[in-house]
């Protein structure tokens, strides 16, 4: 644990103690939230990216230390374990540095090196190698044995061979090397297969590509592995003898063995064994090994991509409690209406035919005006999906003509409303309703809370992913259900309004907790202090320990349970009051006062200056509310299909994903538009996640549009011509395929490497990779 714990500490920057300490909360139950909220002093103010590393890492090194546990073990019955074999593998820092130790001594099903050594051979193997001097057919004549099949030199020396191919394809020290100098020097080569150019024409940008391995962008890696999945394109790793050249690997393996040409007997023969070990057993073994790192480290960066976005939008900025309006649109069947009060309960709901073939105008509008006046209703959402600009200029025109409603329409991503509609967890929540009805509630709540409703929906089929079909799902689920987990505390859940599924977020409950907590309320009414909790059923000391602070008891007994200060420290709180002389009630939001204390002053043992700093700070703003204020795009009238748009046009839009290569903007024609990150800013744009989120409202210039294609290029820098971009994208188009491929590889590490990417005009990168990076946004284009 000890070495364990060094090494994270030394990862994160941070002290042991730190870390040892952040071990054993988690290791006694506590949650990432809970600790980074509420144990400050103990962990010495970690917060919860820390925490979140910190336990991925710890993880991942405990299943190194059971693996090396294992591997001792297994060598050590073969009774083989050296003193220097268990120094190295106690010295082991990875997961590949421990398997390459362990290969020599792994159990394997008989080779041609062992059934070599059965029969005799290894002694030749051995004189050989240690003598090139001696000539290998004589030297082999001495080991002819009939019993074995060796009948003649040549049979000797082919066993002999293979017994040397097993032993240097076995040694950690050049294994190590050889997978070093391949990373930081090989190339990645993808080429369609034959017969598979029509069929996989997506993937014509990699049916001839050629990149290094180590700088490899995480999304053209994934759609390459998507390519060979599919059978479209094979993959391999180059090193250098592609031209008939030996490979630089090759020599590496000689000089490791110290295997050189000088003319003697065996010298010929021994690098052909070289030869053979490099082409036979390394190439693939290394291959297939670093294929599978760049895809981990392709899998990790898509999936962090995934949650930074996920994460935005998870936080977006509610609409607040207003009655509300959900509309999902449709044209022949209609358009779907819920009407929710102002906690997100459906008190109504209809269908209404506006849009073609019904033009229902007058009669829809007659309905939709009596729901709005009926139940006070201020918000009016409505679902981006087919039909939504028609449905939005429908209900403009009315809005327009009874301004005195003091109503607003916003146009709401409905990605995942549909899953959630036909889901178990909807069915169990409105049984009643029709699948359709129910994605209209999910769109008018998504208005309200978008954290709320959003936790309802798989991760997954939300929408702002990147190739989350093709990464690992067991990685992906564990990262989106920490942000999830992250988001719904960092906000905090009033208790009595929250569903089961926001509930079971909530930092020390599951859906067992959730499910008893609303049965409670149910059978006894609105909670009146988190106290109350305690008479839950499972609800022990434990759970109210890591979930009462993150739960909220709105208009409660105590006015503290209302805010996210724990219930262990209102004691602080009460120290406070007594020294102001005042209600804790008359201290809430005195920021003039509160600001003026100092939290030493309130400090002892059990809470020091970072708890009771948070504790002024809530006093302050309770129950504060992390997430941005409310606002929506205007998208422009007239402009609802992707041929309304002309180059030049200045548009606003709606973020909906962020990738490692720009920015995804909804403008209102069905048809996201791609901002790549060389037109995202007039500053060098590392990150794109440094400029945008999802979510963000955004002003951006029509570049390109291609009709046929549905592919729409934008831009966020209002100096860029569109004249300009479709020019180069014009040249580029007009370069042999093979340059072209080459060109996209340098003008994307151009990009992501110095000014140059993002300095001059919006045409070059943008133009030269908007087809490929089109294709890469989760499936959504």
């Not at 002290?15 to 809970?34: H, R, Y």
């Not at 920021?591 to 948070?614: C, H, I, M, W």
């Amino acid at each position: 644990m000890s070495s364990i714990s060094s090494r994270i500490a030394q990862e994160l920057g941070v002290k042991d103690n730190q870390v040892n300490a952040a071990i054993s909360l988690l290791d006694e139950g506590a949650t990432v939230p809970f600790i980074s909220r509420y144990r400050k002093e103990v962990t010495g103010g970690l917060d919860d990216t820390q925490m979140r590393e910190l336990e991925s890492r710890l993880t991942y090194l405990r299943e190194m230390e059971e693996r090396r546990e294992t591997i001792l073990n297994s060598i050590r019955e073969q009774d083989k374990l050296t003193p220097e074999l268990e120094r190295d593998i106690l010295a082991a820092d990875t997961k590949n540095r421990l398997e390459d130790l362990y290969l020599p001594y792994k159990p394997k099903r008989r080779t041609k090196g062992m059934i070599a050594i059965e029969a005799g051979l290894e002694p030749l193997a051995d004189a050989l190698l240690a003598n090139p001097d001696l000539d290998p057919n004589s030297e082999a004549e001495k080991y002819l044995n009939a019993e074995h099949s060796i009948t003649d030199a040549k049979a000797a020396l082919d066993g002999a061979k293979y017994i040397l191919m097993e032993r240097f394809s076995e040694d950690a020290d050049l294994l190590a090397r050889l997978r070093t100098y391949l990373w930081d020097n090989g190339t990645l080569s993808s080429m369609v297969m034959s017969g598979k150019e029509n069929e996989g024409a997506k993937f014509r940008d990699y049916f001839e590509h050629c990149e290094p391995l180590k700088t490899t962008p995480s999304h053209r890696a994934l759609a390459m592995f998507r390519g060979r999945n599919e059978g479209i394109l094979g993959l391999s790793i180059k090193s250098g003898e592609e031209d008939g050249a030996t490979s630089p690997c090759e020599i590496m393996v000689g000089k490791h063995w110290e295997i050189e040409d000088h003319g003697r007997p065996a010298d010929s023969w021994l690098k052909e064994v070289v030869r053979w070990t490099w082409r036979i057993k390394l190439y693939t073994h290394l291959e297939t090994d670093l294929l599978g790192q760049l895809r981990e480290l392709a899998d990790k960066a898509a999936i962090d991509v995934f949650a930074r976005n996920l994460k935005d939008l998870l936080l977006a900025a509610p609409a607040g409690q207003k009655a509300t309006i959900g509309l999902d649109p449709g044209l022949r069947t209609g358009v779907k209406v819920a009407v929710l009060d102002a906690t997100g309960k459906v008190v109504d709901h209809c269908a209404i035919f506006p849009n073609p073939p019904q033009n229902q105008i007058a009669e829809s509008a007659k309905i939709l005006l009596n729901l709005i006046q009926q139940h006070d209703v201020k918000l009016i959402a409505i679902g981006n999906g087919t039909a939504s600009r028609e449905t939005e200029r429908f209900v403009k025109a009315l809005l327009k003509s009874k301004p005195e409603l003091g109503c607003t329409s916003v146009i709401v991503n409905e990605s995942g409303a549909s899953i959630y509609s036909a889901s178990e967890y909807a069915a169990r929540e409105f049984p009643d309703l029709d699948v359709t009805i129910r994605g209209a509630i999910s769109i008018g709540r998504r208005l309200q809370d978008p954290l709320a409703e959003l936790v309802k929906i798989d991760p997954k089929s939300i929408g702002v992913g990147q190739y989350q079909h093709d990464v690992s799902q067991t990685m992906l689920s564990k990262s989106l259900e920490a942000v999830v987990e992250d988001c719904v505390n960092a906000v905090g859940v009033d208790v009595n309004t929250a569903s089961p599924a926001l509930l079971s977020r909530v930092s020390g409950l599951n859906q067992t907790l959730s499910g008893n907590i609303v049965e409670f309320r149910n059978q006894n009414g609105a909670f009146k202090s988190r106290e109350q909790l305690l008479e839950i059923s499972r609800f022990g000391a434990k759970t109210f320990e890591q979930a009462a602070g993150f739960l909220r008891i709105m208009g409660g007994e105590n006015p503290l349970d209302s805010s996210a200060v724990h219930p262990e420290s209102y004691s602080v709180v009460e120290k406070i009051v007594a020294n102001s002389g005042r209600q804790v009630t008359q201290l809430l939001g005195d920021s003039q006062y509160l600001k003026a204390l100092k939290p030493g002053d309130f400090a002892d043992e059990r809470f020091g200056v970072p708890t009771v700093t948070d504790i002024i700070r809530e006093l302050d703003k309770p129950g504060r509310d992390p997430r941005p204020d409310f606002k929506t795009a205007e998208f422009k009238e007239g402009i609802e299909k992707v041929s309304d748009l002309e180059a030049d046009m200045v548009l606003e839009g709606t973020v909906t994903n962020v990738t490692n290569f720009g920015a995804f903007v909804d403008i209102g024609v069905h048809q996201d538009g791609l901002v790549h990150i060389s037109a995202l800013s007039d500053t060098f744009v590392k990150d794109p996640h440094t400029v945008v989120k999802a979510g963000d409202i955004v002003k951006v210039k029509v570049m390109d549009v291609d009709i046929q294609r549905q592919r729409i290029a934008l831009s966020m820098r209002m100096g860029d011509q569109a004249s300009d971009y479709q020019a180069e994208k014009t040249a580029q188009s007009d370069r042999p395929r093979r340059s072209a491929g080459a060109n996209r590889g340098n003008s994307s590490r151009n990009n992501h490497g110095s000014q140059k990417g993002n300095s001059g005009s919006a045409g070059g990168t943008m133009a030269a990779l908007f087809a490929q990076a089109q294709k890469k946004n989760g499936g959504r284009l």
